[in-house]
Each structure stands twice: as C-alpha cells, then as structure tokens.
C-alpha cells in the first residue's frame, strides 16, 4: 500500500490524498480506482475504497457524494443508509467514525479542518464548482456546526497545473464576467484564443478571499503524471475511454 500524500497545513489531522497506486484493480484501472461510476470490477472499487480508507482512519465508515460540479455543501451527522451517496460537492462533519472522502480524475480535492472545533470538511474544486463557490458554501457548513473561518487550515490537493489546462477564450471570459481580476489566473495558450487556467491558484485565491486562515497548495499535476494519477483530460486526448479517479480523504481526529 502506498501512502497517501500528506498536507504539512493538516497536521495530524487523520488525512490524505491518494494516487492511482496501491490498490487491486488491472487494465486501465490500475490500481486504486476508487470510482463507483466506472466500468471498473465493482469489488475491486469497493476493496480499493477500504483500502484507502484504512490508511487515513481505520474502523471509519466513508462517506463519499454523487458529485455533480455544483457549489452544494452537506453536512453528514451519521453513516448514510445502504451505501447512499448524498449529492453535492463537499462534506462537512464534527463526528468522530466517519471519513469524508472526495473523488477527482483532475479537479482540485481540497481538504479542509478546524481542529479546534473539531469540524472537517472535503470538497470537490472542479472550475463550474470553483466559480460557483463551493469552498465558500463549505466554510458555510462548517461554520453551521461551530468553526471558525480564521481557524480553518485547507490543502488543494493533486490537480490539473496550469501547464496542462488548455482553454478558450469563451471559457476565460466567462471567469473574467465574474471578476474582471480573475484574468491573472490564465496564461498565453500554446495556439491561438487559447490559454493556460491555473486552477490551483483560483481555487487557493478563493480559500483566501473567504478568510481562510493558512492555505497549502502541494502543486502536483495531475495529468502530467500518468504512472502516479489518473486524468480524466488525460484519458480524452489520448482516446483511452472509461477512466479511474482517486480519492481524497478526511476524519475528524
């Protein structure tokens, strides 16, 4: 088993971000596929999410959305029944036996923590969701349970760089409508009408501008690292079809 990555912001927090390794799946899900929605053996997804759960908090029961790219925050008070999976983007609890989990093939996973209350949270930083305000309705959530946004610590985890985040101009101008601010976030693109997103600094700006109090961004690239990461863009440029994800996972300790 591989170790997750660890955030030096969450301390020792019960935490990590995992890669496409260590897990039992083959072929193109080699090997922590952990996507419920994929074409993968369901009992090597299920194995690969205990697996990986084990390795942040053992005995936790995980709790992971049906992701749907929205600024929607939930908050979990017990163990969903039959394996339900409450739609939105981000997780947010004070309950010690549960583990928040998060799942991205490129998004940015952002794991965030009041240790002092005792509040965790994980959400799912895809753009529609970055703009839309995900990391601001989940400071909400948390806040609702009893944190404080001063004393919130977050950690972006492995996501697509901005070297490999290739966009139009329509796609800049609609982060530009929203903030005219938000064009430092883009780089000249390689042809023309296109540009480079830096996802991990938007989202980091976010973070900042809700208050956040100390802010990691780890910097991995997500589709730059095939051995290590599945990619979703990744999987389309190269025609591979069906891909994995990995997951990002959070306890309260």
């Known amino acids: 088993m591989t170790d997750p990555i660890r955030a030096r912001a969450l301390g020792a927090l019960p935490h ?114 970055a703009i839309g305000g995900i990391t601001d309705t989940t400071i909400l959530a948390m806040e609702a349970i009893g944190a404080d946004r001063g004393r919130i610590v977050a950690a972006i985890g492995p996501c697509i760089a901005r070297a490999s985040y290739e966009v139009d101009a329509a796609f800049l101008r609609r982060f530009a409508a929203d903030d005219p601010e938000n064009e430092r976030f883009f780089a000249d693109g390689r042809r023309a009408d296109h540009y480079q997103f830096d996802l991990e600094a938007y989202v980091a700006h976010r973070l900042a501008g809700a208050g956040v109090g100390r802010i990691e961004a780890l910097g991995i690239d997500t589709y730059a690292d095939a051995d290590g990461f599945f990619s979703y863009r990744r999987a389309t440029h190269h025609g591979e079809g069906d891909n994995g994800r990995q997951i990002a996972i959070i306890a309260v300790e």
């Open 16 to 129: 990590g971000f995992f890669g496409r390794r260590g897990g039992v799946s083959t072929g193109a899900y080699a090997s922590l596929n952990v996507g419920i929605g994929s074409d993968d053996d369901p009992q090597a997804v299920a194995q690969n999410r205990l697996i990986a759960t084990r390795a942040v908090r053992p005995g936790a029961a995980l709790v992971t959305p049906y992701q749907v790219h929205s600024a929607d925050a939930v908050t979990i008070l017990v163990p969903p029944a039959d394996g339900h999976r409450p739609q939105g983007d981000a997780l947010v609890t004070d309950r010690s036996g549960l583990a928040l989990g998060i799942l991205t093939a490129d998004c940015a996973p952002v794991l965030l923590a009041d240790a002092q209350a005792g509040v965790v949270a994980a959400a799912h930083a895809g753009w529609k969701g």
